[in-house]
């Protein structure tokens, strides 16, 4: 049987949203083994003086738990 667990987390990125994308599932599989998948929830930015200044998407990363 396979348990899978979600986590949320959000990543950052002066690019885009989808730096932050990558640069975020990237970050988890340094910690987190068995990623099976991720489900953006949520894209935010900031601005700075008129302009964006990060691209923010938070995300619920899933894993497959180990025995």
Known sequence: MTVARVTKITAASPKS???AVHSG???AAKTLRGITGFH???QKAMV???KISQYLATMEVIFVLED
Request: glycine fraction near 8%.
């Open 17 to 19: 949203f989808d730096d």
């Open 25 to 27: 599932i990237e970050r």
């Open 40 to 42: 953006v929830i949520e």
């Open 48 to 50: 700075a003086d008129g």
